[in-house]
């Protein structure tokens, strides 16, 4: 899900676009199945496990519910509506797990101003903490590859072909299991094979490197950091 594509694709499906609507969920099923299933703690299967079932249609509400003005990009939306609906669901079965999430179902208290700033409320309280885990746990993982984040600030390209080019080679090497599993063995970038691929000069990877590891550990794990993702344009896997 690309951060700019998804809200023009939300704006349209609001609009009436029911084809579109079909396409964005089945685009997303593995998206939806990721989140229930870290939910859940175990694997589930599409037609056998309820749950997938609520997250679903979790997530087609949360198209409905989804406004850009919170400042909560799409994809983590989405995961807070899905593990509240889960968490209901949990509930149902089990009269003694206690809820804490406030939002109302559609059609009864969706109205009520109430509950409506309740639920506003617990979503950005919700995305608030989120995004500090995010930070914390990026944080420690770039710690593990030997960058910090005052690396990037003073790392990061300030020209845009640049940029380009180092997120470019970024992806590359997220694309190439072979590559992947080696940056993540010796926690050092394969220069010579991304020169290789991607025709980016020896100089530029190298003064880049700080950058694209940092990068690279984004699009590898961007359902673990839908904010940071979102926030630097970054397309979530699924």
């Known amino acids: 899900m690309h951060p700019v594509q998804v809200e023009e694709d939300i704006r349209k499906i609001k609009e009436g676009d029911r084809l579109l609507r079909e396409d964005f969920l089945d685009n997303n099923k ?3 199945h990721k989140i229930a299933c870290k939910f859940s703690r175990r694997y589930l299967e599409w037609g056998r496990d309820d749950e997938l079932a609520v997250a679903l249609v979790a997530f087609n509400e949360a198209i409905d519910r989804f406004r850009a003005d919170t400042g909560v990009p799409f994809p983590a939306y989405a995961r807070i509506v899905i593990m ?3 968490t209901d669901h949990r509930r149902r079965e089990n009269r003694n797990t206690s809820v804490e999430v406030p939002l109302p179902q559609q059609g009864e208290e969706s109205n009520s101003a109430e509950f409506s700033k309740a639920w506003e409320v617990y ?3 919700t995305a608030a903490r989120e995004r500090a885990e995010e930070i914390r746990e990026y944080e420690g993982l770039l710690r593990e590859y030997g960058v910090s984040f005052e690396d990037l ?3 990061s390209p300030r020209h845009r072909d ?5 997120i470019f080679a970024a992806a590359e090497l997220t694309k190439r299991e072979n590559l992947l599993k080696e940056f993540r063995a010796k926690k050092k970038l394969p220069l010579m094979e991304l020169e290789n691929c991607t025709g980016i000069s020896r100089k530029t990877l190298e003064r880049g490197r ?3 590891i940092a990068i690279s550990l984004l699009i590898s794990r961007q359902n673990d950091f839908l904010h940071l993702s979102s926030y630097l344009k970054l397309p979530v896997e699924g």
Do not use: G, P, Q
């Open 30 to 32: 593995a998206f939806i």
């Open 153 to 155: 600030v003073k790392c």
């Open 123 to 125: 979503l950005l309280e």
């Open 84 to 86: 509240s609906r889960l």
């Open 210 to 212: 700080k950058y694209i």
């Open 162 to 166: 640049t940029r380009r080019s180092l």
